[in-house]
């Protein structure tokens, strides 16, 4: 089964950027459709992006609209999430996960990175 | 846009069964497909139901989901439960170009 592995996480100051790699495991990684997904300390999921596995089709949630960019390189089998203009409200957990069944849904996540937005 | 609006928490005894509803604001749930995903402290989710009622390889069959059109909902029903139970549980579901979850239900188990 595919596994994922993000990283790239970290402190950022506010209004800083990082860019988030999310690494799988199998070669027919350009097969699945992908998501970005957060959870805040304490709180509950919240989805950010999704990129299809050609990269023809792309979504953002509106909290990321504008600062955030997905994309991929299926040659090395990794998704991206560029993240711009951090605010404090982006401390989160960040995973990734491949989408597998009807309506997005995820069946592979990675373990998650953590990004801490503060001065 | 959509919300799928969850009990903040239910529990149960070990061996009882618990249901865990998922609300949807508009339109109807049931013509999009529903996810639920444990996530139990400190790990990524998984899925233990998928497409409404199914479940993924290695998923006990104590879990079940359904839909309910008449009250606009989805369900996860966990029977015979056991400890290892006690986790966060979300659904997912899919509106305009947006994936949407649930605010997230946390089961407890007496």
């Known amino acids: 089964e595919m596994q994922l592995v993000e990283s790239g996480g970290g402190l950022v100051q506010p209004g800083g950027s990082l860019r988030l790699s999310c690494a799988a495991s199998?070669?027919?990684?350009?097969?699945?459709?992908m998501n970005w997904v957060r959870q805040a300390p304490g709180k509950g999921l919240e989805w950010l992006s999704f990129?299809?596995?050609?990269?023809?089709?792309?979504y953002y949630a509106d909290s990321v609209k504008g600062r955030f960019t997905i994309s991929r390189d299926n040659a090395r089998n990794s998704l991206f999430l560029q993240m711009n203009s951090l605010r404090a409200e982006d401390t989160a957990v960040y995973y990734c996960?491949?989408?597998?069944?009807?309506?997005?849904?995820?069946?592979?996540w990675g373990q998650g990175t953590t990004v801490t937005v503060s001065s | 846009n959509l919300i799928l609006t969850q009990p903040h928490s239910v529990s149960g005894s070990p061996g009882k069964t618990v249901t865990i509803s998922c609300t949807g604001s508009s339109g109807s749930i049931a013509s999009n497909f529903v996810q639920w995903y444990q996530q139990r402290p400190g790990s990524a989710p998984t899925t233990v139901i998928y497409e409404d009622s199914q479940r993924p390889s290695g998923v006990p069959d104590r879990f079940s989901g359904s839909m309910d059109s008449s009250s606009n909902s989805a369900s996860l029903t966990i029977s015979g439960l056991k400890t290892e139970d006690e986790a966060d549980y979300y659904c997912?579901?899919?509106?305009?170009?947006?994936?949407?979850f649930g605010g997230g239900t946390r089961l407890t188990v007496l």
């Open positions: 199998e070669v027919d990684f350009n097969r699945y459709n």
């Open positions: 997912q579901s899919y509106d305009s170009r947006s994936v949407v």
């Open positions: 996960a491949r989408v597998n069944y009807g309506h997005y849904g995820m069946d592979v």
């Open positions: 990129i299809s596995g050609t990269s023809s089709t792309i």
